[in-house]
Structures are given as structure tokens and as C-alpha cells.
């Protein structure tokens, strides 16, 4: 079965400092995989996607930056945070290509950040 | 345009019935979805339906939709205190794009 990882689970770090964040799936192969981010409770906001490696879509214009170095990996990342940085972020994955039977996604638990 | 609306917040007693509303504006919309977020965690896929259906039942989850209104939405029949979450609606676009969009979620309080 497939499986979903974030991590850290929590991650307190100061304005102006680095991010990195991870996920990985098991189970499955070339996913799709998503960022969000989810403020104050409320709200998804797709953040990037990816379809394949190296492959990245940027939904929304900031500071933060993806990666996907392996297939089953996608990183989230910052070179300086800001305050409005700040939330819960999930990674979801879902079935390759656009031949999947339904498109639904698979979410993992979520990192909450709090920029400082 | 591409836009989910729901209400923000639903109270109910234990026992009753819970309706969580969506709609939606693409009509080329493919598939809904419906999922649960509980405090702290990840979203968690609770149905889906194909625009081409009307209706789907999956125990105590009844999912309607009315695809002229684009409307859609989430019975739970006999509603416990374990079913307060938020619940997300979401929907698939006829497009190439493997996205979905989502709405900014209803809050259900089920009170004892």
C-alpha cells in the first residue's frame, strides 16, 4: 500500500532564516505530488506540483521554491522566511500521469511552521 | 473561472443529521471530492463522485449532486462527536492538469 511522509512534524525557525522541507511516498511510482499550505486553520493553497522529476509547477509567486530531486521526493524550501511564511504545510500525491481512474489525492500529516 | 465556495461553520447535536454544502463554478468539472481534515493532521479522502452521477451513498456518507445548480453535498446520517472536522470540498477540472480546487472548508462542531 502507499504511504506518505513529511517531516519535520513541527519546526519553529527565525525571519530570515533557511527552510527545508520533505516529503516521500512509498508504495507507488512517478506520482503527481503537491505542496499546499494552509493558514489559520483554513484554506488550501496548491503552492506547486510536480508530474516527474526535475518537473516543478509553481502555482503562486513568494519566496519559497520546490525540488524534486528523486522520484518519490519533493522538497519545499526557502532561502530567507518572512513571518507570513508561517502555517501548515501538506504534501499530497496522487496517481501518474492523466489516465488515473479518479485523481484524487492522498495527503500526508503536515508540517506546522511558525516563522519567529 | 475556477472557484469552490462553502460555509464556514455547521453545529449539530450527536444523533442528527449533518449537510455541508459546496458549489462550484466550472461546469467541466469531472470528478467532486469530499475530505476530512481532523485538528492537527492531514486531509483524509472520504468520497468522490462523477459528474455524470446524481447521487452516492457509502455507508452513513450520502454525496448529491446538482449539476445544472453545481451544487453538491455531504449528508452524514446519525452524526458523532468523532466526525467533527473540516471538511473540504474539492473539484477536478476537464482539463490536462492533474490540480484539484478546493474550498476553504466547513468547520462541523458536533455537540453531545
Known amino acids: 500500500s502507499q504511504t506518505i511522509h513529511q517531516w519535520p512534524a513541527t519546526l519553529v525557525q527565525p525571519v530570515g532564516s533557511p527552510l527545508s522541507l520533505e516529503c516521500t511516498v512509498e508504495g507507488t511510482s512517478n506520482p503527481n505530488l503537491y505542496w499546499y499550505r494552509q493558514a489559520a486553520g483554513r484554506g488550501l493553497q496548491l503552492l506547486f506540483y510536480?508530474?516527474?522529476?526535475?518537473?516543478i509547477s509553481s502555482e503562486v509567486p513568494q519566496n519559497l521554491s520546490a525540488s524534486r530531486p528523486q522520484d518519490r521526493q519533493f522538497i519545499l524550501s526557502s532561502k530567507k522566511l518572512l513571518l507570513s511564511d508561517s502555517g501548515f504545510y501538506l504534501c499530497?500525491?496522487?496517481?501518474?500521469?492523466?489516465?488515473?481512474?479518479?485523481?484524487?489525492?492522498?495527503f500526508g500529516p503536515g508540517t506546522r511552521l511558525t516563522v519567529t | 473561472g475556477e472557484d469552490v465556495e462553502q460555509s464556514l461553520f455547521l453545529s449539530v447535536r450527536e444523533g442528527d443529521s449533518s449537510v455541508i454544502n459546496c458549489t462550484y463554478t466550472d461546469s467541466s468539472s469531472t470528478y467532486l471530492y469530499w475530505y476530512k481534515q481532523e485538528p492537527g493532521a492531514g486531509l483524509q479522502l472520504l468520497t468522490y463522485i462523477f459528474s455524470n452521477m446524481d447521487m452516492k451513498q457509502d455507508q452513513r456518507l450520502t454525496v448529491l449532486l446538482n449539476k445544472k445548480d453545481k451544487h453538491l453535498s455531504l449528508r452524514i446520517a446519525d452524526t458523532q462527536t468523532g466526525d467533527s472536522a473540516i471538511y473540504f470540498c474539492a473539484e477536478k477540472q476537464n482539463s490536462g492538469y492533474s490540480t484539484l480546487t478546493f474550498g476553504k472548508g466547513t468547520m462541523l462542531l458536533v455537540s453531545p
Open positions: 499530497a500525491w496522487s496517481a501518474p500521469g492523466q489516465g488515473a481512474l479518479t485523481y484524487e489525492q492522498y
Open positions: 510536480s508530474v516527474g522529476i526535475g518537473q
